[in-house]
């Protein structure tokens, strides 16, 4: 691999800064008392503790900011009280406030908290610094539950599709408010010990400041989070218990839809379809769950949100929403997305099993998928086959956060076959830096026949995490005959790859100053393909200025793109595109009934779609994102988006104009029965100098949802979709034309009932 400008402004960077090693977070302690009796909000009236069982829990207090304002006291007193029994844990939140009026609190849906004062806490209960869970709740008892993996890349942060059963009460008074959480030691993973040495973490967010602070101090000076959580310990002969969870479920729907391929030319059919499944949890050990499910349960209640997809070199990555996957999704992670489940579409059932022992981890899947033999032709070898699929993960801890792991998968279809074998680990250096390695091998065979392909892909990535500068440097190689028919690569991880990212950052903290933070970032990335000629390069200086409530920031970008011979047709030569745009953003949520996110871009790109049989070419364009959020009410939310994408030549001859805009209605009448309305269209008008078709789709939704828990639910509801067609007799078949005018071409009834059944 040759070596670029960008990579020695990497290397150096990293030489230079890499002595330099922040102040170790002092670790903090404290002992949680096993307490005689259930906490109850009445304990603690008047915002302090009134009775002995109150006065027998410890308190934390003295939380400090992370936002805006790192290391200073927050802005209000918080108060956090902690016991257990053998049963539960309990934390009790006393968020005073001088202006209680001014608290942000509405009746959200289950995990719509975001934006509204909360408080809440997390809990690693291995003690192992790499994983916790994390437990929120509004002023309402409005949850939020994630859990948290620690790392840089697509395998670390909060994992929001983790839920658990637990309960919480929140109560305003003229002094703030307080929260009572609740959970359950069977909603816990821990390790089996007659005494527990835990981790724990206090939170508190108060929106109109735009702050978060914490107890213990989590400081910006030092990388990682639980690693500056406090040690909990007290914690004695507890168990989350042999424990099961079955949760049966009940599907129905009534579809009328517009079958493009029919027999004889398209036309409407009505379908009836019914089904019953379940899905089961075995807990053993404390820290041991078998999962299982039959005919599993994936429908897709809630919608994906709108992407931009025209104009788009690779594919676009949607995020997974079906139950039996999101469970310990982050279990199977790894910076290189090897298992992405949404690949999986249409199984019969599965099996799961995933746990700890002291410092090892281990996982595994057993899952089928019929999707790949459905609809095709009976001659077809693969007509009716099954994908078999399993994946394995293990992984052993070392030291505070260091960690060897390994991940395994295996599609078989037919007489051919996926092999994956991954090698990764992550090794902490300082308080500041940390690095991150993979090593990937695959092997794969069609299953239609031809001869066995074998490639690898490795990736390391240098990190540093801190108050003044961080850095992410990652270098990715990916031979050509590398597949992974699970996983999910995007351009930076495609086969016949080889390259590097590197992003620096450096922060400004200005004193007695509107602006909370300058951060000013440069970010780069070169790639070139296996024999070392170059295939894309991006050179990105960025500026952001926060204040309070409020972010800007403008970036230039400059872009160089290779497109090789047989990529796009008429291309038979290497061609290199240079382009440029610029980009400002804004966001602000300083009002309650208000939150804004904008992005405006313009300048050049490169044009996708352009006329048949012409090769792709650098157009002008001009982009718009706009996320808007209404609340006109306390129980009323309205979640508006709007995206404009332009495309013309350089000569001023209109490519294509796209528009798409959502509206998300949600009324929420208490904390289990809302009422959600989305309407969404989408429009592609086609100019001269592309390929594509005018394309417009009008689509309505309207969901009646009653939710006890995330597995104890009913939905009632219809869904009903329009798009720009005609069918008109050419010679006596049928055929779908495009038309001006939309017309109905599909809509649904249906109605979901799920129930947890919990010993």
């Known amino acids: 691999m040759k070596i670029s400008c960008l990579q020695v402004w990497a ?121 916790a869970f994390a437990f929120y709740s509004n002023s309402r008892g409005i949850q939020l539950d994630m859990r948290w993996a620690e790392g840089s890349g697509r395998r670390a942060g909060f994992d929001s599709t983790f839920d658990a059963v637990w309960f919480s009460e929140g109560k305003s008074n003229d002094q703030g408010y307080m929260v009572l959480i609740t959970v359950p030691m069977r909603s816990l993973r821990f390790g089996e010990s007659d005494e527990q ?15 978060q602070s914490f107890w213990p101090e989590y400081s910006i000076d030092v990388e990682g989070r639980l690693n500056q959580a406090a040690l909990l310990s007290g ?165 505070n956060q260091d960690r060897w792991g390994f991940l395994a998968t ?65 270098f990715i190689e990916t031979t050509s005959d590398f597949r992974t028919e699970l996983g999910f690569q995007n351009r930076y991880f495609k086969p016949n790859t080889s390259g590097m990212h590197q992003t620096s950052t450096f922060n400004l903290y200005p004193e007695e100053s509107a602006i909370n933070r300058w951060r000013l970032t440069g970010r780069g990335v070169y790639l070139e393909d296996m024999r070392g000629e170059k295939i894309y390069s991006e050179l990105s200086p960025q500026v952001d200025v926060r204040y309070e409530t409020t972010g800007i920031n403008a970036r230039w ?72 959020l209404l609340r006109p009410t306390q129980q009323l939310s309205i979640a508006n988006t709007y995206f404009l994408t332009e495309l013309d030549t350089l000569a001023g001859e209109r490519v294509f104009s796209n528009e798409i805009f959502r509206s998300n209605w949600n009324y929420q009448f208490t904390k289990e029965l809302s009422l959600r309305f989305i309407a969404q269209y989408d429009n592609t008008e086609a100019g001269p100098a592309t390929r594509l078709e005018d394309d417009e789709n009008l689509n309505f939704d309207i969901l009646l949802r009653y939710v006890i828990n995330p597995w104890s639910a009913f939905y009632l509801g219809y869904n009903s979709n329009q798009s720009n067609f005609d069918i008109i007799d050419f010679e006596g078949e049928l055929e779908l034309i495009t038309a001006n005018e939309l017309r109905r071409d599909g809509d649904q009834f249906f109605v979901k009932f799920s129930y947890l059944f919990q010993r």
């Not at 500041?432 to 390391?460: D, H, K």
């Not at 240098?462 to 961080?470: C, I, M």
């Open 197 to 211: 040495m835990w981790r724990v973490q206090f939170n508190r967010q108060i929106t109109r400041y735009g702050e």
């Open 410 to 474: 295996e599609r078989q279809l037919g007489d051919g076959y996926n092999r994956v074998l991954s090698l990764d680990n992550r090794i902490k250096f300082t308080d500041n830096w940390f690095t991150q390695m993979q090593l990937v091998g695959t092997e794969s065979e069609p299953s239609n026949g031809g001869e066995v392909a074998t490639g690898y892909q490795r990736n390391i990535m240098f990190n540093r995490e801190g108050r003044t500068y961080t850095n992410h440097t990652h």
């Open 11 to 131: 290397a150096t960077t990293f030489i230079a800064v890499f002595p330099n090693i922040a102040c170790q977070a002092a670790d903090s302690a404290m002992s949680i008392p096993r307490i005689e009796g259930q906490p109850a909000l009445a304990d603690f009236s008047d915002m302090r503790p009134r009775t002995s069982l109150a006065r027998s829990m410890n308190k934390a207090e003295n939380f400090i900011q992370r936002e805006p304002y790192p290391g200073e006291a927050s802005a209000q007193r918080t108060e956090a009280y902690i016991g257990y029994d053998d049963e539960n844990l309990y934390v009790v939140f006393l968020a005073f406030d001088e202006n209680p009026e001014l608290i942000r609190s509405n009746m959200a849906a289950r995990e719509n908290i975001g934006q509204d004062d909360h408080v809440g806490f997390m809990v690693d209960t291995f003690n192992n610094q790499r994983s």
């Open 557 to 628: 970008t400059d872009y160089t793109e290779i497109v090789q011979p047989g990529q796009f047709p008429g291309v038979t030569t290497m061609r290199s595109y240079n382009y440029n745009n610029w980009q400002i953003g804004f966001d602000n949520n300083t009002y309650e009934a208000l939150r804004i996110n904008a992005n405006y871009r313009e300048g050049t790109t490169l044009n996708l779609v352009p006329k048949i049989g012409n090769p792709p070419s650098v157009a002008d364009t001009r982009r718009i994102d706009l996320n808007v």
């Open 235 to 399: 914690i004695t002969n507890v168990s989350s218990g042999n424990n099961y969870q079955v949760i049966p479920f009940l599907f129905a729907r009534e579809l009328d839809a517009l079958d493009k391929s029919a027999p004889g030319g398209p036309k409407f059919n009505q379908s009836s379809e019914q089904e019953v499944g379940v899905d089961a949890k075995f807990v053993f050990n404390d820290s041991w769950a078998l999962d299982l499910t039959l005919n599993p349960d994936f429908s897709q209640i809630e919608s994906d949100q709108p992407q931009v997809t025209v104009n788009e070199r690779f594919e676009v990555q949607f995020p997974e929403r079906r139950p039996f996957f999101i469970e310990n999704a982050n279990f199977f992670s790894t910076d290189s997305i090897l298992v992405f489940t949404r690949r999986i579409v249409d199984p019969e059932g599965g099996i799961r099993l995933t746990g700890r022992e002291g410092d090892y981890g281990f996982g595994g899947i057993l899952i089928n998928d019929i999707a790949p033999g459905s609809n095709r032709e009976i001659t077809d070898p693969l007509n009716g086959k099954k994908a078999n699929i399993a994946i394995v993960r293990g992984f052993k801890d070392f030291g």
